[in-house]
């Protein structure tokens, strides 16, 4: 008895053809016949009942195919183990822009510490292709800002990882005005124009819908600024206002953050980790979905108040 002999057994108890069973296991047909044959022939019984129409397990076949079955599984798991043995495990990870990499090397860096074999490999995209990949199951977490109220996976696991508070920039023009000012209200910046960045990051979207709960119109700026970076430029010039999350705010940068409040709260940007295990086990992904965490990130401005943690469940 050997394993390949198993496998003819298996394939043909589920093809219930000599044909398709060979095809399926890339031999000739005369070849797993004789194969059977020999095994039957081991055993001291037939396994099949074989007519010029059909193949069929004989009752001795039926009591036996069960631990076939059990057999072929254990030698698959077991040569499974071998080629992990040494390999890291490649975990696909989307990031939205306005994470960045450093707060995701904080995120998984429990995750890593765990298990020395583990390899996050980052894609960086617009939260848009990233849910597609995500429906696609090309990746296996997404981290980046999200609107809960309006966006959804299904069979998706979320859970917010951090938050950091969103501060005002404000044009060149009016900087005088806000000079001494240790906080702002959405309302009394409502009129300015803001330049916003491309919604590929989720921040314009967080932004709006601030605006949108303070029952106040968002005046965007009619172009579009490419980065962080430009936005804050583009205020020096005067073309309008920004908001910002904190650790987007340049170490260059010399003109005032303001924190913004939003109903006597500090407004905040939520990160999210949005998961499932479409490329990698199961046990797995839950097992790094569990040391998801983000105490502190690299925040560049000096007068930028601490970011404050959160690991609330979001499902």
Same mark, same amino acid.
């Given at each position: 008895?050997?394993?390949?002999?198993?496998?003819?057994?298996?394939?043909?108890?589920?093809?219930?053809?000599?044909?398709?069973?060979?095809?399926?296991?890339?031999?000739?047909?005369?070849?797993?016949?004789?194969?059977?044959?020999?095994?039957?022939?081991?055993?001291?019984?037939?396994?099949?009942?074989?007519?010029?129409?059909?193949?069929?397990?004989?009752?001795?076949?039926?009591?036996?195919?069960?631990?076939?079955?059990?057999?072929?599984?254990?030698?698959?798991?077991?040569?499974?183990?071998?080629?992990?043995?040494?390999? =890291?495990? /490649? &975990?696909? *990870?989307?990031?939205?822009?306005?994470?960045?990499?450093?707060?995701?090397?904080? #995120?998984?860096?429990? +995750?890593?510490?765990?298990?020395?074999?583990?390899?996050?490999?980052?894609?960086?995209?617009?939260?848009?292709?990233?849910?597609?990949?995500?429906?696609?199951?090309?990746?296996?977490?997404?981290?980046?800002?999200?609107?809960?109220?309006?966006?959804?996976?299904?069979?998706?696991?979320?859970?917010?990882?951090?938050?950091?508070?969103?501060?005002?920039?404000?044009?060149?023009?009016?900087?005088?005005?806000?000079?001494? =000012?240790? /906080? &702002?209200? *959405?309302?009394?910046?409502?009129?300015?124009?803001?330049?916003?960045?491309?919604? #590929?990051?989720?921040? +314009?979207?967080?932004?709006?819908?601030?605006?949108?709960?303070?029952?106040?119109?968002?005046?965007?700026?009619?172009?579009?600024?490419?980065?962080?970076?430009?936005?804050?430029?583009?205020?020096?010039?005067?073309?309008?206002?920004?908001?910002?999350?904190?650790?987007?705010?340049?170490?260059?940068?010399?003109?005032?953050?303001?924190?913004?409040?939003?109903?006597?709260?500090?407004?905040?940007?939520?990160?999210?980790?949005?998961?499932?295990?479409?490329?990698?086990?199961?046990?797995?992904?839950?097992?790094?979905?569990?040391?998801?965490?983000?105490?502190?990130?690299?925040?560049?401005?000096?007068?930028?108040?601490?970011?404050?943690?959160?690991?609330?469940?979001?499902?």
């Amino acid at each position: 008895m050997n394993l390949q002999q198993l496998r003819y057994v298996r394939a043909l108890a589920e093809e219930g053809s000599f044909v398709a069973a060979a095809s399926r296991c890339a031999v000739t047909q005369p070849t797993l016949s004789n194969g059977i044959a020999q095994l039957e022939a081991d055993l001291g019984h037939r396994i099949f009942r074989r007519t010029t129409r059909s193949v069929a397990l004989t009752a001795y076949g039926e009591r036996i195919l069960p631990a076939v079955l059990d057999a072929l599984k254990a030698f698959e798991r077991v040569r499974d183990l071998a080629k992990q043995t040494g390999k =890291a495990q /490649h &975990v696909s *990870v989307g990031l939205s822009p306005c994470v960045g990499i450093r707060m995701a090397e904080v #995120a998984f860096e429990p +995750a890593k510490a765990q298990r020395a074999d583990l390899e996050i490999v980052y894609r960086e995209s617009n939260l848009a292709e990233l849910c597609d990949l995500m429906r696609r199951s090309q990746i296996d977490i997404i981290l980046s800002p999200l609107d809960t109220r309006s966006q959804a996976l299904p069979d998706c696991m979320v859970q917010r990882i951090y938050s950091e508070p969103l501060l005002f920039i404000p044009r060149k023009e009016v900087r005088e005005k806000w000079a001494h =000012a240790s /906080h &702002v209200t *959405v309302r009394e910046i409502a009129e300015e124009q803001f330049v916003l960045v491309p919604n #590929a990051c989720g921040l +314009a979207q967080v932004t709006k819908r601030l605006f949108d709960d303070n029952c106040c119109t968002l005046n965007r700026y009619l172009g579009e600024a490419s980065s962080y970076s430009v936005v804050e430029e583009w205020s020096d010039m005067g073309l309008g206002s920004g908001i910002l999350p904190a650790s987007k705010i340049s170490m260059s940068s010399r003109h005032p953050a303001i924190p913004i409040l939003d109903d006597g709260q500090p407004a905040k940007i939520d990160y999210f980790a949005v998961g499932k295990p479409n490329t990698i086990p199961t046990a797995l992904f839950n097992e790094i979905w569990e040391t998801l965490q983000v105490e502190t990130v690299p925040t560049s401005h000096k007068h930028v108040p601490a970011p404050v943690s959160a690991f609330d469940w979001c499902l």
